[in-house]
DNA sequence: TGTACATCAGTGAACGCGCGTTCACTGATGTAC
DNA sequence: TGTACATCAGTGAACGCGCGTTCACTGATGTAC
């Protein structure tokens, strides 16, 4: 919040010295409170102190800075993917299960970034970086179900790109119809993480992932 | 495209006949073209050849019209739902699976329909006719998974309402991610409705529904 | 069947507003020598 | 160390535009009698 400010909040000189910063937190905040169509770049440019036209230093438009939010947006994501997998430690199965709940917890701390990343309606083709960190993201969650589809005998063993794109869809529709801090939820009978937990068992226990084998639960 | 207008596109008389449709085929078609933020109210009323005033009859402002479009789509949502279900015919597992290609159908043919749906922001508290809408739908999968469930051993019965959730949360997550017509689609190998089929049989599997009965697929 | 009248559903002009974008400009910074 | 200069990163005024919204109005429609 202030980048070259002096106690009160005005600029120290005559240049900003962090625009582009400047520029992606008043994005954020913006989005936060008025949703990924809710922000412009003359608002943007107002937020961070300075005229209508600086943005254009740093900016072709305002599509060029929603891509570079949603960029961050997807390293923040892959960050907090990996840390909650910590390759598997310690055991596959407890890491897979704090990597959905990564997932979730990332979509309700961060509903601005989620917004940029998921439903800003970005071309990524008009944006590979965009896609590229989005792919990056996705690797963890891919890599650990490659750690985890590695533990099944080797006859029966689902390919992990299937794997990883059905928990990547459970947990992406689990946190848009449910696990967004706005208006747009939808009540339900328990929490997100629950939700989450107990269908990420149900499917695990569907490929063959057991207590103590394969087989259906029991108990 | 041509209620009340002669064969030229001039409307017959001084009232439009049917303005609240026109708005609506209006909406949806800028929608479909510049996403759900994509739209006006003025530019509504221009496309149906009416004055920017001519809307403040109908609606009260942009965001009822477009809960109104949304109520819409949800009533065809619950229309295709059910009929794709078909009241379990002719086996319930047969129609479970036309529900979910259903679910992926209406997201693909009816992408401005979808995003009033789910993407427009819309609160659905200050529009409970919405939610009552999606609560239609909602039930029609709801329903289905009842009588899924229903044909399991009593003491080996998942809660149908968790079941719908998952399912729900599954198709929603692909439909989002892969299952659009717009650029924001991610390129996957394989259709979404391979990728739902796929993860439904495994999670029906974990829940205990096998092919000839509980227990993991051999094959 | 006519007629008077209320109501409905539009018009079109007007307004203030904020946005996107451009332009010539200028203060600040970095660097070659 | 000083100086000249190029470059960078801003300013602020200006523009045209489309939007949302209002207003008094008017043509069309429905209805009571």
């Known amino acids: 919040m202030s980048w070259n400010r002096d106690d009160h909040g005005r600029r120290r000189g005559y240049h900003h010295g962090n625009l582009r ?9 913006l989005i936060s409170h008025k949703g990924p169509a809710g922000f412009t770049f003359a608002e943007a440019a107002r937020h961070a102190g300075v005229s209508p036209a ?12 929603m891509a570079d939010v949603a960029c ?3 390293e923040r ?3 907090a993917l990996a840390s909650a ?9 407890a890491a897979f ?6 997932y979730l917890g990332f979509a309700r701390a961060e509903p601005a970034y989620f917004s940029a990343m998921f439903e800003s309606g970005l071309d ?4 590979p970086a965009v896609q590229d960190a989005a792919d990056s993201a996705f690797a963890v969650l891919r890599g650990s179900c490659e750690v985890l589809v590695s533990t099944l005998p080797p006859d029966r063993r ?18 848009s119809l449910f696990g967004r801090g706005d208006a747009a939820r939808r009540a339900i009978p328990m929490t997100p993480e629950e939700l989450l937990e107990a269908a990420t068992l149900v499917y695990l226990q569907g490929l063959g992932f057991g207590a103590g084998g394969p087989g259906p639960a029991q108990s």
């Open 21 to 29: 910063e400047a520029l992606i937190h008043a994005a954020l905040e």
């Open 72 to 74: 961050r947006g997807f």
């Open 54 to 65: 600086a943005p254009y230093r740093h900016y072709r438009d305002r599509d060029s800075l």
């Open 85 to 93: 997998w910590d390759e598997g430690r310690p055991t596959p199965s």
């Open 97 to 102: 299960d704090r990597l959905g709940r990564a």
């Open 77 to 79: 994501f892959a960050a």
């Open 124 to 127: 990524l083709k008009s944006f």
């Open 158 to 175: 689902p390919p992990a790109l299937m794997m990883a794109l059905h928990i990547w869809s459970l947990a992406h529709g689990i946190a």
